[in-house]
Protein backbone atom coordinates (compact mmCIF):
# COMPACT_ATOMS: atom_id res chain seq x y z
CA UNK A 1 0.00 0.00 0.00
CA UNK A 2 1.59 3.34 -1.18
CA UNK A 3 0.73 6.63 -2.38
CA UNK A 4 3.48 8.22 -5.09
CA UNK A 5 3.52 11.84 -5.12
CA UNK A 6 5.62 13.74 -8.20
CA UNK A 7 5.10 16.14 -10.03
CA UNK A 8 6.94 19.70 -8.36
CA UNK A 9 10.06 21.60 -9.39
CA UNK A 10 11.10 24.84 -9.96
CA UNK A 11 8.98 27.80 -11.41
CA UNK A 12 8.84 31.70 -11.57
CA UNK A 13 6.02 33.49 -10.33
CA UNK A 14 2.83 33.49 -12.30
CA UNK A 15 3.93 29.68 -13.22
CA UNK A 16 1.85 26.84 -13.33
CA UNK A 17 2.52 23.40 -12.06
CA UNK A 18 0.59 19.91 -11.68
CA UNK A 19 1.11 17.27 -9.10
CA UNK A 20 0.02 13.63 -9.24
CA UNK A 21 -0.24 11.17 -6.83
CA UNK A 22 -0.38 7.33 -7.58
CA UNK A 23 -1.60 4.66 -5.40
CA UNK A 24 -0.45 1.17 -5.60
CA UNK A 25 -2.09 -1.41 -3.85
CA UNK A 26 -5.21 -0.19 -2.74
CA UNK A 27 -7.86 1.63 -5.40
CA UNK A 28 -8.49 5.62 -4.68
CA UNK A 29 -11.99 5.61 -5.21
CA UNK A 30 -13.22 4.68 -1.83
CA UNK A 31 -10.88 7.10 -0.68
CA UNK A 32 -10.91 11.13 -0.07
CA UNK A 33 -7.61 12.45 -1.37
CA UNK A 34 -5.72 15.86 0.19
CA UNK A 35 -3.14 17.66 -0.78
CA UNK A 36 -1.11 18.96 2.14
CA UNK A 37 1.83 21.40 2.14
CA UNK A 38 4.90 22.37 4.99
CA UNK A 39 6.70 25.28 3.80
CA UNK A 40 10.32 26.22 5.36
CA UNK A 41 9.77 26.69 9.09
CA UNK A 42 6.38 26.26 9.24
CA UNK A 43 3.80 23.38 10.27
CA UNK A 44 1.86 21.65 7.79
CA UNK A 45 -0.82 22.51 6.20
CA UNK A 46 -4.19 21.95 4.35
CA UNK A 47 -4.64 22.87 0.80
CA UNK A 48 -7.13 20.85 -1.15
CA UNK A 49 -9.29 17.72 -0.91
CA UNK A 50 -11.35 15.92 -3.00
CA UNK A 51 -13.96 13.63 -1.75
CA UNK A 52 -14.51 9.71 -2.57
CA UNK A 53 -17.72 9.26 -4.13
CA UNK A 54 -19.48 12.63 -5.00
CA UNK A 55 -15.48 13.75 -6.03
CA UNK A 56 -16.45 17.18 -4.14
CA UNK A 57 -13.99 19.49 -4.12
CA UNK A 58 -12.34 21.67 -1.03
CA UNK A 59 -9.57 24.37 -0.98
CA UNK A 60 -7.87 26.45 1.69
CA UNK A 61 -8.85 29.85 1.43
CA UNK A 62 -5.25 30.64 0.14
CA UNK A 63 -5.18 28.52 -2.62
CA UNK A 64 -8.83 29.02 -3.68
CA UNK A 65 -9.11 30.10 -7.24
CA UNK A 66 -5.76 29.12 -8.09
CA UNK A 67 -5.61 25.21 -7.94
CA UNK A 68 -7.57 22.19 -9.06
CA UNK A 69 -7.90 19.55 -7.43
CA UNK A 70 -9.07 16.21 -9.70
CA UNK A 71 -9.49 12.29 -9.92
CA UNK A 72 -8.86 9.58 -12.56
CA UNK A 73 -10.30 6.50 -11.08
CA UNK A 74 -8.96 4.51 -13.41
CA UNK A 75 -5.82 5.69 -13.51
CA UNK A 76 -5.65 5.39 -9.41
CA UNK A 77 -4.15 9.23 -9.56
CA UNK A 78 -5.46 12.14 -8.28
CA UNK A 79 -4.07 15.45 -9.40
CA UNK A 80 -3.45 19.18 -8.16
CA UNK A 81 -2.93 21.69 -10.74
CA UNK A 82 -1.16 24.39 -9.57
CA UNK A 83 -1.68 27.81 -11.17
CA UNK A 84 -1.16 31.42 -11.09
CA UNK A 85 1.95 30.13 -8.25
CA UNK A 86 3.29 32.64 -5.94
CA UNK A 87 6.38 32.38 -3.84
CA UNK A 88 4.57 32.35 -0.30
CA UNK A 89 3.57 28.54 -2.11
CA UNK A 90 6.58 27.25 -1.79
CA UNK A 91 6.27 24.15 0.22
CA UNK A 92 6.82 20.33 0.01
CA UNK A 93 3.52 18.79 -1.14
CA UNK A 94 1.66 15.79 0.11
CA UNK A 95 -0.55 13.70 -0.71
CA UNK A 96 -2.83 11.36 1.89
CA UNK A 97 -5.64 9.54 1.37
CA UNK A 98 -8.29 8.95 4.15
CA UNK A 99 -11.15 5.67 3.94
CA UNK A 100 -14.67 6.87 3.87
CA UNK A 101 -13.88 10.24 5.30
CA UNK A 102 -16.40 12.11 7.34
CA UNK A 103 -17.40 15.55 5.08
CA UNK A 104 -16.32 17.79 8.55
CA UNK A 105 -13.20 16.45 8.60
CA UNK A 106 -11.69 16.84 5.43
CA UNK A 107 -8.68 19.15 5.72
CA UNK A 108 -7.71 17.34 9.34
CA UNK A 109 -4.19 15.50 8.52
CA UNK A 110 -4.63 13.33 11.68
CA UNK A 111 -7.65 11.27 9.83
CA UNK A 112 -5.41 10.27 7.13
CA UNK A 113 -4.39 7.11 7.01
CA UNK A 114 -1.57 7.02 3.87
CA UNK A 115 0.52 9.51 3.24
CA UNK A 116 3.17 9.96 0.21
CA UNK A 117 6.66 10.71 0.20
CA UNK A 118 6.34 14.81 -0.60
CA UNK A 119 7.54 16.29 -3.64
CA UNK A 120 8.99 19.69 -3.36
CA UNK A 121 7.62 22.89 -5.10
CA UNK A 122 9.81 26.27 -5.11
CA UNK A 123 8.14 29.18 -6.50
CA UNK A 124 10.83 31.92 -7.45
CA UNK A 125 12.43 35.02 -9.67
Known amino acids: VQLQASGGGSVQPGGSLRLSCVAS????????VAWFRQAPGKGREFAAA????????YYAQSVKGRFTISRDNAKNTVYLQMDSLQPEDTAIYYCAAASFLHDDYYNAERYYNFWGQGTQVTVSS
Open 25 to 32: GFSLGDYT
Open 50 to 57: IRYGTSAT
